[in-house]
């Protein structure tokens, strides 16, 4: 019987026994996979069943209707210009007509938006002010408010003011809040208090604790508090490298809405979305829970990760918001068709510096220079 084992043992070959050793470590880890898959989704499942028991406001109701998509894909963006505004129509109300019922129309004045911040951290900056409306309705529950986080010591550029200028034009807010520790300075911010009415600078300082978890990153503490403003009261919060280039809309009619920097990550450089966002909540959620493992490394990937999981809570526009972080140096070079867009972001790197004046974009020829031409002059074309 041993020499029949040993006669056997012998005319296996070496690849054989690779091949067996590791078709089995492969099916264990397939088995790993599947399993680690459920008991994230039931992980999840327990996270929105948490949130619903303590969000009692009306805006949390809206978790009750939601069912998880077995297919776990997000909203993609919309690719026929024919049926482009119909579809996107359509998006619009079926994720959106249970969220915003019962929303009121309202108006705000700016003694009730002082009282509303708080007098004590909040001030009036521009030279002029115009009496606007929140515009809250049944389409649009989104308030028409826009946020920007400004950095301490970050100088003012020409972009930042190309930036706030888009969204006048563009956005026409009832009011823009500039959040920082100090009111920025320079020849770009003191133009900008002149020519874009209602801005109020709101004084705060980044919170270095989050959930009793300390937090050693300035973009980490800044991404948070860019998250909680619109939790807590809703609207528009946009990087200063961003130039708006058509309304905002449409998407104030959706709990929340995103872009992307790349195909398999979203970027927060663009957010819309109402008071009390549910996606936001677990956006927040999945942060805490990375920062508890101390996993920071991963936090750029959890809205991707939750947008494919909850499709029913996020808006995930690709078509017409250009946030790619590699697409200075295509549109610095050459002439791309830009008219489609929304919005995009001018991101500055060692390999191309931005125009830092109003006479480096007269004659520039690019795409860079024309939308810069856009905004400053209304007039895309070189002078």
Request: proline share 4%; net charge neutral; hydrophobic share 45%.
């Amino acid at each position: 019987m041993a020499s029949g084992f040993r006669l056997l043992w012998r005319r296996i070959s070496a690849p054989t026994i690779v091949i067996f050793v590791t078709s089995v470590l492969l099916l264990g880890w397939t088995f790993q996979m599947i399993h680690s898959s459920s008991l994230q989704r039931q992980e999840y499942a327990k996270l929105v069943e948490t949130l619903r028991i303590r969000d009692a406001n009306a805006h949390s109701r809206a978790l009750d209707n939601i069912v998880i998509s077995s297919d776990c894909k997000a909203i993609s963006p919309v690719h026929s210009e024919e049926d482009e505004v119909a579809d996107h129509e359509h998006k619009y109300r079926s994720i959106s007509d249970d969220y915003i019922k019962g929303a009121i129309a309202e108006e705000v004045d700016f003694s009730r938006v002082l009282l509303h911040y708080g007098k004590s951290v909040l001030k009036v900056l521009s030279k002029k002010t115009h009496a606007r409306k929140l515009s809250i309705t049944s389409e649009m529950s989104t308030p028409n408010v826009v946020h920007y986080f400004w950095p301490k010591d970050k100088t003012f550029s020409f972009l930042s003011y190309l930036s706030l200028l888009s969204v006048e034009k563009f956005i026409s807010p009832q009011y823009i809040v500039v959040h920082g520790t100090e009111v920025p300075t320079g020849t770009w911010w003191n133009k900008v208090l002149v020519n874009v009415p209602n801005i109020l600078f709101m004084k705060k300082k980044l919170s270095w604790n989050f959930s009793g978890i300390s937090i050693r990153s300035a973009r980490v503490a800044t991404s948070l508090a860019r998250m909680e403003t619109i939790l807590d009261y809703g609207g528009i919060v946009l990087d200063p490298d961003v130039i708006v280039l058509k309304s905002f809309d449409a998407f104030r009619r959706v709990p929340f809405v995103a872009g992307r920097e790349s195909p398999d990550r979203l970027s927060l450089s663009v957010m819309i979305g109402h008071r009390g966002a549910p996606f936001l909540r677990l956006l927040l959620e999945g942060y805490r829970s990375a920062l508890l493992q101390e996993d920071a490394a991963d936090l750029r990937d959890i809205p991707q990760s939750l947008a494919a999981i909850f499709p029913n809570l996020i808006h995930v526009e690709g078509k017409s918001f250009g946030l790619s972080i590699d697409n200075l140096p295509v549109l610095a070079s050459i002439h791309v068709d830009w008219h489609h867009l929304n919005a995009i972001r001018l991101i500055e790197d060692a390999d191309y510096r931005l125009p830092q004046h109003p006479e480096e974009i007269k004659l520039l020829d690019s795409t860079v220079g024309e939308i810069m031409r856009y905004i400053y002059y209304g007039d895309k074309h070189i002078a």
